[in-house]
């Protein structure tokens, strides 16, 4: 249930825009797995959360889809704005390492 909640924190968050289709489609892709998984265990209540919770992410993911666009342009034009909102994040440092090819982390 915690990692539901992560999820979900991920999705809401100002940052959330700054996220990759791929890493969205894997926090959806997580939830579609655990309401799977919980389906088939028979544990109702977890199912029942996992579901709510793939509401809600489907509905963040339509709700920034007018933002689409703009994030686009303002990414490419390099606007000060969008590093405000989101903390000066980028993709590949926000946590402090990046992914190599090979799956490994660069610290």
Known sequence: ???L????ACMKSKASI???NQH???IVNTCFHIVHQA???GD???QQIARYTMH???GCIFSHLQDVDNTQHVLVKGSSTLKQET????NESAFGNRQLENGKHEY
């Open 5 to 8: 909640q992560v999820l979900m």
């Open 18 to 20: 700054m996220l990759s």
């Open 24 to 26: 969205v489609c894997t």
């Open 44 to 46: 109702d209540l977890l």
């Open 87 to 90: 903390g000066d994040l980028n």
């Open 1 to 3: 249930m915690k990692i």
């Open 56 to 58: 809600e992410i489907v």
């Open 39 to 41: 389906g088939t265990k």
